[in-house]
């Protein structure tokens, strides 16, 4: 089984789908038990955009396997990405192999695992950030809501984030690591929205909840055009499937009354020096957090016109800063953006662009130069 599936999945990396259908479906014929191979099938058919196809597979890799945690959230994934967020959040336990199942978590933190908003008035709550940085400031709005609740909250966050983040609200402590803090619950950050039971229609709308400085925003200001329209641009983000080349920004970087202000950092940046022989773009990263605090990327945001990222830190940033941004998603995109449509109720001042075709990143920037000439005209 092991060898036929390897080899399967080695199609599927190549997208030939094809190919890798024949296999799996060889597996599950041959071995009607193998977990792997119902999960296997799941896989591929999601990554073509077959979310309920795709559910029903992991669905039957659960059946033969309840604790199959790559699976459990697989479903979680395709429940949320078809907006039913009430059996989703359900699965999402099962993010990171398992490790937030409630007694696997206790293990590593020890405390009271938070698991009703119910009778903790005047309680002390430590919130533990998971996953990536854009996933601590997309849910950070929910400590917000939890001092509504009349209860103290500390927030233990990624170091890089401690700034910015402070910004939240004053009677919300953030801090970086565990001293002796004293609290009466722990409770992992997308534990959440399924605990104030957040659907679609119920995500927290908080406008502008991340806030830059003041002073930092007139500092960077001062280095741009103020005549211009000035757009702060990234192009890749954690995975290659989120990310596409900076040079397709180059008959954008040509219209008239436009400046492109690069806002990537690490990654990608390499990618800087040809596209500015050929191309302008204005180049900060020499200057720009040198600290890795985000404090100068937020302030850069807040100064621009608009901003246009994949799925990145900067996406979630932009949105929180309530900066206008477009995001560009690829043809089967993270759950939380949905199948489906130009707006999304996590950030108000946010349009998507989704690719109407796998990895067709071409036919995303066509429609962004129609759009943006239109905004530039008027």
């Not at 009430?86 to 695992?113: E, H, I, N, P, V």
């Not at 917000?144 to 402070?166: A, C, D, H, P, R």
């Not at 560009?328 to 108000?348: A, I």
Request: hydrophobic share 40%; proline share 2%.
């Amino acid at each position: 089984e092991e060898p036929f599936n390897a080899k399967g999945m080695s199609f599927l990396e190549k997208e030939k789908f094809n190919e890798a259908l024949k296999i799996f479906n060889f597996v599950i014929t041959k071995f009607p038990k193998s977990k792997i191979g119902y999960y296997n099938l799941g896989i591929l058919h999601g990554r073509q955009g077959k979310t309920n196809e795709a559910l029903k597979y992991f669905e039957k890799a659960i059946e033969i396997d309840p604790n199959f945690a790559d699976a459990n959230l697989s479903k979680s994934n395709c429940l949320l990405r078809v907006g039913k967020f009430r059996d989703g959040w359900k699965y999402y336990k099962w993010r990171k192999g398992g490790r937030f199942l409630k007694d696997k978590f206790s293990l590593k933190y020890s405390g009271t695992r938070l698991t009703s908003l119910g009778n903790i008035k005047n309680k002390t709550i430590l919130i533990i950030y998971e996953q990536g940085l854009g996933d601590s400031i997309q849910f950070s709005r929910y400590t917000k809501l939890l001092l509504e609740k009349k209860v103290k909250v500390i927030f233990l966050v990624q170091k890089s984030l401690e700034k910015i983040l402070s910004s939240l609200d004053k009677n919300i402590k953030i801090i970086t690591h565990l001293k002796n803090y004293n609290y009466d619950f722990i409770c992992p950050l997308i534990d959440l929205p399924r605990l104030f039971g957040t659907k679609v229609n119920t995500i927290p709308d908080l406008g502008t909840y991340i806030f830059a400085n003041n002073n930092l925003v007139l500092k960077w200001k001062k280095k741009l055009i103020y005549n211009k329209f000035n757009i702060g641009i990234a192009w890749q983000g954690n995975g290659e499937k989120k990310s596409f080349k900076l040079n397709l920004f180059k008959d954008i970087s040509k219209l008239n009354n436009i400046d492109l202000i690069s806002l990537q950092k690490n990654y990608g940046t390499e990618q800087l020096n040809e596209f500015k022989n050929k191309y302008s773009i204005k180049d900060f990263s020499n200057t720009l957090d040198l600290n890795n605090d985000f404090v100068d990327t937020a302030a850069l945001i807040k100064s621009m016109d608009l901003v246009i990222t994949p799925c990145t830190a900067v996406a979630h940033l932009a949105g929180a800063l309530g900066t206008r941004v477009w995001l560009l998603l690829q043809y089967v995109p993270d759950w939380r953006w949905l199948e489906k449509g130009k707006k999304t109720n996590w950030y108000r001042s946010m349009k998507i662009y989704r690719q109407s075709k796998l990895n067709d990143w071409e036919g995303i920037f066509k429609q962004v130069f129609i759009d943006l000439k239109t905004i530039v005209k008027k």
